[in-house]
């Protein structure tokens, strides 16, 4: 069963930095592409970040390119977020997902087939505020 756990949001201000991390059981990173993802009250669920290790490929929404980087370990089986130079549109629940390498791309998860994923944890709230 495949599961996914957030950890690491919380209150920052502006310009700080947080890292969140996605914790994955009943399956290994090597086989699938996981992806963050965002949603603001009243905004629909975006793509932020999408790494997929079986070919060494990330995608990164323009809004986040150059302050956020997204890795994986794969002997911890878990997916990090490192987030720097946080602003306050940068305020939204983070979720992580996951899905088969081997039917999307790091592109087509995080932008074109967000409800096509099919696994996702329960989020973790990201608040940058001074």
């Known amino acids: 069963q495949v599961q996914l756990v957030e950890s690491g949001g919380g209150l920052v201000q502006p310009g700080g930095s947080l890292r969140l991390s996605c914790a994955a059981s009943?399956?290994?990173?090597?086989?699938?592409?996981i992806g963050w993802f965002r949603q603001a009250p009243g905004k629909e669920r975006e793509g932020v970040s999408c790494i997929s290790t079986s070919d060494d490929t990330s995608y990164y929404a323009d809004s986040v390119k150059g302050r956020f980087t997204i890795s994986a370990d794969n002997d911890k089986n878990t997916v990090y977020l490192q987030m720097n130079k946080l602003k306050a549109e940068d305020t939204a629940v983070y979720y992580c997902?996951?899905?088969?390498?081997?039917?999307?791309?790091?592109?087509?998860?995080?932008?074109?087939?967000?409800?096509?994923?099919?696994?996702w944890g329960q989020g973790t709230q990201v608040t940058v505020s001074s």
């Open positions: 997902a996951a899905d088969l390498a081997v039917v999307t791309t790091v592109e087509h998860m995080c932008v074109s087939d967000i409800t096509l994923v099919p696994s």
């Open positions: 009943g399956f290994t990173l090597d086989y699938y592409a």
